[in-house]
């Protein structure tokens, strides 16, 4: 362990180090640190204090936010906007989107055709590591990831969500106190 | 498993005068899941072997099998810290190795974000080794700076941590409606915080006493061990690939690089400091430059780069993080290997360490600022 | 049916209020005693009772709630709120803790030495607490026995409680724990010198040992010992930090990469009497210097209660003033604690014995010095410096101020000496803050790509 070359202090400096003046700045900025949380107030900007109380108070989430993801419905006919093209699957890099489509008979100009529809979507958020790629992926803007980051289960399985829980949406508890 | 060369035998305390010690993977101060072994002769240290591989999630192999595109969230996870960083390793890897352009909008957003990060993961550095060393109250403070950062890239790229940035050829969403009110609140504020944990530490007699000569690397050891980043220039290397090879819009900016002279972790500290204020005026001058456009290129229908080998770096805040990529013409890669500067700056710890006590060695550990993420890849 | 109060009853409470408040001693409850016991069992035996429950229940309390308060304190200092949800603004905090700690699991590891393991927790908190029975909260009736070798004895008992780390550290049976028990322990002994000789600067003002009796001295000379001595408070306050294994000092409890102190593997309530015991110490050491060099209960301008007859409740007040000042040096520990990063154990030791144990003796010569200085000087050419002698050093303001000088100049004095005696220190030849960084600016390198549009 070398003893660091450094220039010989001058009065002052030697001074100041008696004085324990460099410790005694730190602590004088703790103690401001200390008044001001009293009094929420901060010297250079913001709040005295920076705790978000959740759960009383509900986070701010950014709309861009990866969260839980949902499949979107026509607001008018409550169809879904899916139209089980698969590219969601294919984009998805932990392979946790199932899509099962079902062939329908519809009627296009008085003829019968036969048209591919969404039967049952399986996604597994448990692998999911809402890169957004599906999101990105989707052509109809159906598959989109929510604001929801509350998403812990009681069992493994529950991490597996079919059609019917991404189009309404999961009901968490919100704790208020 | 690698095998430790230090032998770990049951010997009882009162015969041998060295002890084998162990720094097990579960530490507080290890930064991760590290697992030092150490030999002490009373407290100071003789022998040191590090082990690692607790967290290798064999992401080199995985990538074998997923499309470049698929690949970029892979990359968040190797430094969890850093991962708009990383992010824009590889996407600039895949870039030019097609031979994408790239808008310039995008490289100024990048540039922006990227020294964001860069002040993110310093700040994580800082409040990590602060607490490693005892002043637990400029944990805190540098996280809540942090915290601000963090709530720009929530509204950037719509997570904290690992957030997926860039996509080959630019960026998902241009910058949100108060992106620059945001960044520029936060600029504005942030000299005085950095002045802030300057006043505690800086001058403090217990800090100079803790990290002053402690862990000293020479200039010339440094580069032949290849280290990179802080820990390189703080040995007064001046190496920085944001000056040597430039990338993004680095070309057009404007900053020093601060170089220490003595190698030891008071400089490295004080290096780090100076590189946030220069990544703040980097910020700066990117905000008044920022030209308008779009914020992403024309992709083809499936990105497959030529056949052929490529390696690019980037200055990450830990060092220099690199992709040698070599592709075979499909949509998935032949080969992907990361540099990661972690685990090449780790290689140092050893010759660090030598001769100092038991507890400089999580001083040095923080100095080197490591993540296991990278290092076990 | 308070309205049906006789006349008698309503007599008998106002005769308690006005005793309690007035008289001493309280001569209503001592006439209920006397129909129980005899005279001598009620002095002797039946009012320390009373006094030892009041004593344990307020340490109990103040270290319950010292513990909240270091961690709100600590909050504030850190932009946070600290325990806000048990209770309102976080109080039951600690009764949350101790509950939680009381229904957990009582293990003894199984190679543990059993009875060693069962008693080292009851010696820690045992020797904390003894030491309150000498500790003057208060003038009359606050302190349980005023032992005229009062400070003697404090030192003494906590002395004890490094007993407890060892045998602590070797009963658990695990190198790390033992370890960590050794070097606490050699901590605390080499700072026990330092504070015991950090003491006798203020003892020859007060010329007795006994704890009611430096206070005493402070009050008849209207002085607090701090103004002659402040090397010496700095000095008694750093090794006390330093017994109690806190912080800047608390590497062995700390820094858990060599050993998770000695407490490693001790839980639940066992653990708790440790923390109850270190808090207890900080709260002893935070007493005694409040007593020695803050003047303990005294405070100007309270005694003129007692001069209105109002005895006990200048007791009551004299106790409140002995607890803010013991609170702010607590406040003290806090503050040190969360801002200060912390020593390493040889820089700890350097410390203790070649920086604190010179500068007390020097101290011990100087303040030597200095009063026979001031003695030497009374009635020179008509200089009154000393007023007198029976409850301590009396001094007049000339041989206050003559003091004060003294005092201030030794200050500067010690500090030159130990400069001398330890220019060879590797830490002491930090002498500057160096900015050794220089910013350079490269030229920038070709960029591997050229940015296009």
């Not at chain 3, 429950?53 to 270091?70: G, K, M, N, P, Q």
Request: proline share 5%; with cysteine.
């Amino acid at each position: 362990m070398a003893l660091v070359k450094s220039p010989k202090p001058t009065f002052v400096q030697k001074l100041k180090r008696f004085f324990l003046i460099d410790l005694i700045k730190g602590l004088g900025l703790t103690l401001k640190y200390n008044l001001g949380a009293l009094t929420d107030k901060d010297a250079v900007a913001g709040h005295g204090i920076y705790t978000e109380q959740y759960p009383k108070v509900r986070p701010d989430v950014a709309p861009r936010f990866h969260g839980a993801p949902r499949l979107n419905m026509d607001p008018e006919t409550h169809d879904t906007l899916c139209i089980a093209c698969n590219l969601c699957a294919i984009a998805c890099p932990e392979d946790c989107i199932d899509v099962i489509p079902m062939d329908v008979e519809i009627m296009v100009a008085g003829k019968p055709r036969r048209k591919k529809v969404l039967d049952e979507f399986i996604f597994d958020t448990s692998r999911c590591m809402f890169c957004a790629l599906c999101q990105e992926a989707c052509p109809t803007y159906c598959l989109e990831l929510t604001q929801d980051f509350e998403l812990a289960t009681y069992s493994r399985a529950g991490f597996v969500w079919n059609r019917e829980m991404l189009e309404q949406g999961r009901e968490t508890v919100k704790y208020t106190s | 498993m690698h095998q430790v060369e230090i032998a770990t035998t049951q010997e009882t305390l009162l015969d041998s005068p060295e002890m084998v010690l162990n720094m097990g993977p579960q530490h507080p101060s290890t930064h991760g899941v590290l697992r030092v072994v150490l030999k002490l002769d009373g407290e100071t240290v003789i022998d040191l072997d590090c082990d690692i591989g607790y967290l290798h999630r064999g992401m080199e192999k995985i990538s074998e099998n997923r499309m470049y595109t698929q690949i970029a969230p892979y990359w968040d996870r190797l430094d969890y810290i850093a991962a708009v960083s990383n992010g824009l390793v590889w996407v600039e890897t895949v870039e030019q190795m097609m031979g994408l352009p790239v808008p310039p909008r995008a490289h100024y957003l990048r540039t922006i974000l990227t020294e964001l990060n860069r002040i993110a993961s310093h700040l994580l550095w800082l409040a990590t080794h602060a607490l490693d060393i005892g002043a637990v109250t400029v944990l805190l403070w540098a996280l809540r700076e942090r915290e601000e950062i963090l709530k720009i890239f929530e509204r950037q790229f719509g997570a904290r941590l690992t957030c997926h940035a860039w996509r080959v050829g630019g960026m998902p969403n241009d910058a949100y409606d108060d992106f620059n009110k945001d960044v520029r609140q936060f600029i504005n504020n942030f000299p005085k915080r950095l002045d802030e944990y300057e006043t505690v530490l800086s001058e403090n007699r217990i800090w100079l006493s803790r990290t002053v000569g402690i862990g000293v690397i020479s200039g010339a050891d440094a580069i032949a061990i290849g280290l990179s980043g802080p820990a390189l220039r703080g040995s007064g290397v001046a190496w920085d690939v944001r000056k040597s090879r430039p990338y993004a819009a680095y070309a057009d900016m404007d900053f020093d690089i601060p170089l220490g002279e003595n190698g030891d972790t008071y400089d490295r500290y004080l290096v780090r400091l100076e590189e946030m204020r220069q990544s703040r005026r980097i910020i700066d001058q990117a905000l008044e430059k920022m030209p308008d456009g779009p914020v992403n290129a024309k992709l083809p229908k499936i990105v497959k780069p030529p056949v052929g080998d490529y390696y690019h770096s980037i200055e990450g805040p830990k060092g220099e993080i690199g992709c040698y990529l070599v592709s075979d013409g499909t949509a998935q890669p032949w080969r992907m290997r990361v540099r990661p500067p972690s685990f090449i700056n780790l290689q140092a710890l050893k010759q660090m360490c030598l001769g100092h006590l038991v507890a400089d060695v999580v001083a040095i550990i923080g100095t080197l600022d490591i993540v296991l993420g990278e290092i076990d890849r | 049916m308070w309205w049906r109060l006789s006349a008698r009853s309503i007599l008998f409470w106002e005769r308690l209020i006005a005793e309690m408040l007035l008289l001493s001693p309280i001569n209503l409850l001592n006439d209920l005693l006397l129909k129980f016991f005899s005279q001598e069992t009620i002095t002797f035996f039946v009012w320390p009772l009373i006094q030892i429950l009041l004593v344990v229940t307020l340490v109990a309390l103040w270290v319950a709630y010292a513990t909240y308060l270091e961690r709100k304190i600590s909050a504030f200092m850190q932009a946070r709120l600290g325990p806000m949800r048990v209770g309102p603004w976080g109080l039951l905090q600690p009764i949350a803790d101790g509950l939680k700690l009381l229904t957990k699991e009582d293990f003894i590891p199984e190679s543990a030495d059993r009875w060693i393991f069962f008693f080292a927790p009851y010696i820690a908190v045992a020797s904390a607490f003894i030491v309150f029975s000498v500790i003057p909260f208060g003038p009359d009736w606050a302190v349980i026995a005023d032992v005229n070798i009062g400070l003697l004895l404090v030192l003494a008992v906590s002395s004890v409680g490094v007993l407890a780390l060892i045998l602590a550290g070797w009963s658990s049976n695990s190198k790390y724990a033992l370890l960590g028990g050794l070097r606490s322990s050699a901590q605390m002994v080499s700072y026990e010198v330092a504070m015991g000789l950090s003491l006798i600067g203020a003892l020859m003002f007060a010329r007795t040992l006994s704890l009611s009796g430096i206070v005493a001295a402070q009050g008849s000379d209207s002085i607090w010992y701090i103004v002659y001595q402040p090397a010496g408070f700095l000095i008694f306050l750093i090794s006390g930090i330093a017994e109690n294994n806190r912080a800047p000092f608390d590497l062995p409890e700390a820094e858990s990469e060599l050993v998770a102190g000695f407490h490693t593997e001790y839980s639940g309530m066992r653990w708790s009497l440790f923390f109850m015991a270190e808090y207890a110490a900080m709260v002893v050491v935070a007493a005694i210097a409040t007593t020695v060099y803050l003047g303990g209960w005294y405070f100007p301008f309270v005694y003129r209660l007692e001069a209105g007859g109002y005895h006990n409740l200048f007791v009551l007040v004299s106790v409140l003033v002995f607890l803010v000042k013991a609170s702010i040096i607590l406040y003290v520990y806090f503050w040190l604690r969360w801002t200060l990063p912390r020593f390493r154990y040889d820089q700890l030791m350097d410390i203790g014995w070649k920086w604190l144990i010179p500068s007390t003796l020097i101290n011990i010569v100087l303040s030597g010095f200095a009063i026979f200085l001031v003695q030497a000087l009374d009635g020179w050419r008509g200089i009154k410096t000393i007023q007198a002698l029976d409850r301590g050093l009396n001094l007049t303001a000339t041989g206050k101020v003559i003091m004060i000088i003294i005092g201030l100049a030794g200050v500067f004095v010690t500090a030159a000496l130990l400069a001398r005696i330890n220019w060879r220190s590797r830490d002491f030849n930090l002498r500057t803050q160096r900015r050794n960084i220089r910013l350079v600016n490269l030229p920038k390198g070709k960029p591997a790509v050229q940015p296009g549009s």
